[in-house]
């Protein structure tokens, strides 16, 4: 099996800053990548798929990038709103990351 | 638009099967490519995918969990099932399913189903 480790496992930083979340993948995912949002409460929302390709309605402050087996999220001009978990997953087969809890400093 | 909705018993006890519907709209289990996959969520933990159901009747289960579950479909109804038999607490999470195609990643969930496994 795929073995996917997210890192950090939580963060803090303040409003306006630019984050990047890490995962990194046990063997070669050639980009089968996905990106989840899960704010408090609710379901959780895709936001970047195929690596780097951006989801219909999410916001241009997030990225994605990555190739092989490391890649990242990157969320620029932080927002209020962006408080929520980030979870990687690869979609081999439908490994997740363990999580990335983001909160504002 | 797509959209899911999963209902299940809420509570029950070890040992017994967990029954649980995906009820959707927006697209068909009968089209090419469509499919639905189920991911449960232990309390504050992360995301374990269960398993899929794709349109033309295969399945893809969690090799960890594979003996255990079966996921079937009624596309005349729009509705997807997953049975989880044996339960015990282990299994306490909430329950999501999920749209997928054949491009594999989940691009709209339901807002899922709390089940407790507690005698």
């Known amino acids: 099996d795929i073995q996917m480790t997210q890192s950090p496992a939580s963060l803090s930083a303040s409003l306006g800053e630019t984050v990047t979340i890490e995962c990194r993948a046990s063997?070669?995912?050639?980009?089968?990548l996905a990106w989840y949002q899960q704010k408090p409460g609710n379901s959780p929302q895709l936001l970047i798929y195929d690596a780097n390709s951006l989801a219909d309605g999410v916001p241009s402050r997030f990225s994605g990038s990555g190739s092989g087996t490391q890649y990242s999220l990157k969320i620029n001009s932080l927002q209020s709103e962006d408080v929520a978990s980030y979870f990687c997953?690869?979609?081999?087969?439908?490994?997740f990351g363990s999580g990335t809890k983001l909160e504002i400093k | 638009q797509v959209t899911l909705k999963e209902s299940g018993p809420g509570i029950l006890q070890p040992s017994h099967t967990l029954s649980l519907t995906c009820s959707f709209s927006?697209?068909?289990?009968?089209?090419?490519?469509?499919?639905v996959s189920w991911i449960r969520q232990p309390s504050g933990k992360g995301l374990e995918w269960l398993a899929s159901?794709?349109?033309?009747?295969?399945?893809y289960n969690n090799p960890s969990l594979k003996s255990r579950l079966t996921v079937s479909k009624d596309t005349s109804n729009n509705q997807a099932f997953l049975k989880v038999t044996s339960v015990d607490t282990a299994d306490t999470a909430t329950y999501y399913c999920a749209h997928t195609t054949t491009t594999d990643y989940f691009d709209y969930w339901g807002q899922g189903v709390m089940v407790t496994v507690s005698s």
């Open positions: 997953q690869q979609y081999n087969n439908y490994t």
């Open positions: 063997e070669d995912i050639y980009s089968n």
């Open positions: 927006g697209f068909s289990l009968s089209t090419y490519g469509m499919g």
């Open positions: 159901i794709w349109w033309n009747g295969n399945t």
